[in-house]
């Protein structure tokens, strides 16, 4: 059964970073595109940013771009988002998630599975 635990989020002031991490487990890490999405109160669910198998392409939402970076340790079985530049809208519940098998990082919208999420809090 897949388990995916999300960990790193906060409460920081506009113009700070957090990385956030998610730790999968009950799969074949290496196999999946995997990213993570966010859900803001009273909104929907918004893709944030996607990686490949092995890192070969990586997809982000155009608010984010340039300010987050998403990476993998295929060896740790870990997914990382690093946030910089956080601004109040970015204030969200950010889970991890995996794509669907076989499926790359084309959309930001759909997903097989996702972890539990964890609160990231910006403040101006």
């Known amino acids: 059964q897949v388990q995916m635990v999300e960990s790193g989020g906060g409460s920081v002031q506009t113009g700070g970073s957090l990385r956030l991490s998610c730790s999968i487990s009950?799969?074949?890490?290496?196999?999946?595109?995997m990213g993570w999405f966010r859900q803001a109160p009273g909104k929907e669910g918004e893709g944030v940013s996607c990686?490949?198998?092995?890192?070969?392409?990586?997809n982000y939402a155009d608010p984010v771009k340039g300010r987050f970076t998403i990476s993998r340790d295929g060896v740790k079985n870990i997914l990382y988002l690093q946030m910089n530049t956080l601004k109040p809208e970015d204030t969200a519940i950010y889970y991890c998630?995996?794509?669907?098998?076989?499926?790359?990082?084309?959309?930001?919208?759909?997903?097989?599975?996702w972890g539990r999420g964890t609160q990231v809090t910006v403040s101006s």
């Open positions: 998630a995996i794509k669907p098998l076989g499926q790359a990082c084309g959309n930001l919208h759909e997903w097989r599975a």
């Open positions: 990686s490949t198998p092995g890192a070969l392409r990586t």
């Open positions: 009950g799969l074949s890490f290496d196999a999946y595109a």
